[in-house]
């Protein structure tokens, strides 16, 4: 099993630093890491060009012109690029458990896609975090926002991982998947651009082709570090995109990652 850690990003190397170092320092390393870049300038390539040098793990860079909002497209030219036989994302704004991607190795089956869960770090944590480079967090430290998420148990995950056909409540911050099943429902769907929910409509079509979702409660962690909320501006159109595809349970999306192949 080979797992490619996809990271999406746009113009915040600090946090993206933080996220590179929690992936340098995995249990059990990806085998490749892609920064998904959404158009960020130059010193985020300059950030990722350093820290190249001091990592074995491939990491590479995949960036398009500063556009807007088109995180769906990033993703297609990131899960193209992918060499592994499976895909974790994470956005550019966590920290990872250094188990993150041995949990997931653990867990990720035929069948069934993980949806994990995020710990919220309040705005003056994240900036110590930030500041000081830190990288672990006691589930008992202030700051900490959803508490139940920052504890670690594989053994209640086991018990926890209620696989079934669900949609809801999916983030794709931390969401794994087989890259064979992403590319045969044609990957994201680029019809939805800016902030919106295209990793539910996302979901929604790998389980219409049989695809269940895996909860990784107590598993996979990540720290979330705070930001300001962006512009919503397009979230009505792109919701009569995702109810479009739920009323017709549709198994494909048009406008997806079938033309980069």
């Known amino acids: 099993m080979k797992i490619s850690l996809m990271v999406t990003t746009y113009n915040w190397k600090e946090a993206l630093e933080m996220v590179l170092l929690s992936a340098f320092r995995q249990t059990v ?24 040098e001091t990592t074995d793990i491939p990491l590479h860079h995949v960036w398009h012109p500063d556009e807007g909002h088109r995180r769906t497209v990033i993703l297609n030219k990131g899960i193209a690029k992918a060499q592994g036989d499976y895909v974790s994302q994470a956005d550019g704004d966590v920290i990872l458990h250094r188990n993150f991607i041995q949990d997931q190795q653990r867990f990720a089956e035929p069948g069934v896609f993980l949806r994990g869960y995020r710990v919220m770090l309040d705005e003056e944590t994240s900036r110590k975090a930030l500041d000081s480079k ?15 998420n920052a504890i670690r148990s594989p053994f209640l995950t086991r018990l926890t991982l209620g696989d079934a056909p669900e949609w809801r409540r999916v983030f ?8 064979e099943d992403a590319l045969t429902v044609n990957g994201y769907n680029e019809d939805i651009l800016g902030w919106g929910p295209e990793d539910t409509e996302f979901v929604a079509r790998l389980i219409f082709n049989g695809i269940n979702r895996r909860k990784l409660k107590f598993a996979a962690k990540q720290h979330h570090l705070y930001h300001p909320d962006i512009s919503r501006d397009k979230y009505d159109g ?17 406008n997806g990652i079938n033309k980069l192949l």
Do not use: Q
């Open 134 to 148: 830190i990288l672990k967090f006691s589930p008992f430290v202030k700051g900490l926002l959803r508490f139940s």
């Open 172 to 179: 794709g911050s931390n969401l794994s998947y087989w890259r």
């Open 29 to 52: 390393p990806p085998f490749e890491i892609i920064v998904a870049d959404d158009g960020s300038t130059e010193d985020t390539r300059e950030l990722i060009d350093r820290m190249r």
């Open 238 to 254: 792109n919701m009569d995109i995702l109810k479009h595809t739920l009323e017709n349970k549709l198994c494909t999306c048009a």
